[in-house]
């Protein structure tokens, strides 16, 4: 197996940053790592020695499962922070509680945190590697490769691809790191939702907007579907959750719309009933579970692509 690619980042943060070459570079790298998910023995010894600690402020069970599983393969020793009972709930800061743990000298950080920035921020911190693993609204740069690697695998391609990302865009850190990663790559995106569930700058993202729909599916290779996030929503953004699912649920008629090869994606967790039909969520189209499986690829070699910059050398 080659060994994994010259990235000249210590940290990952976003997608925004990322070149094209590096981005492909890290898919590729993900191809190998898909390989060893599926043997026998799944181990490798790059992170042999090393300590990585996910902490979460934030529930997941993908992200952080496949950050685990990942960080395990590559022989690495992994702690998850469990937050719901560390002193975050007697009031500790973010920074204090990265300055804690950095005390104890790990070499990765994987981090969740509610507000955008709050990744960064703590990056700036610490002395170790830090992996953005979703803030806030902001970005959540490893679900945008394993989309891209999901879709790679079966369109060969992203360049000239037309993918529709539909639903509340507006507080979908996916979404944005969507965004960035496919314009990079050369897709052509159509962001689809009602107004209210459309970031305020929207116009500044060079995407084609529709409203309708039943207009924005016509001929697309991939449909991506967001979760309705109703902890993030302030205000009622939607009149009802049976009126959305009527315009902007993805069900077996308005997927007919798309190419016939059309992919259906979620990053989940899917809301069945709310922006997907469970008829369509587990239809032939649907590659939802093979996203998850991909997620633990691109996470082994994001943290491979990491290794080479990790301190304490
Ligand atoms: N897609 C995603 O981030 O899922 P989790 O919230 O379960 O990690």
Known sequence: MADAPSFPHQHLLGIQGLSPLEISALLDLAEEEIAVSRQI?????????????????????????????????????????????????????LIDTAMTLNAMRPDILVVRHHSAGAVELLAQKVECSVINAGDGAHEHPTQALLDALTIRRHKGRLQGLKVAICGDIRHSRVARSNIILLQAMGAQIRLIAPSTLLPTAIDRFGVDIFNDMRQGLVGVDVVMMLRLQRERMSAAYVPSIREYFRYYGLDVEKLALAAPDALVMHPGPMNRGVEIDPLVADGPQSVIREQVEMGVAVRMAVLEALAQHLPNR
Do not use: H, P, W, Y
């Open 41 to 93: 023995e799944k181990k490798k010894q790059t992170l042999r020695g090393r300590t990585q600690i996910n902490l979460f402020f934030e529930a997941s069970t993908r992200t952080q499962s496949s950050f685990e599983l990942a960080g395990k393969r590559l022989g690495a020793d992994v702690m998850n922070m469990a937050v719901a009972v560390s002193s975050v709930k007697k009031g500790e800061t």
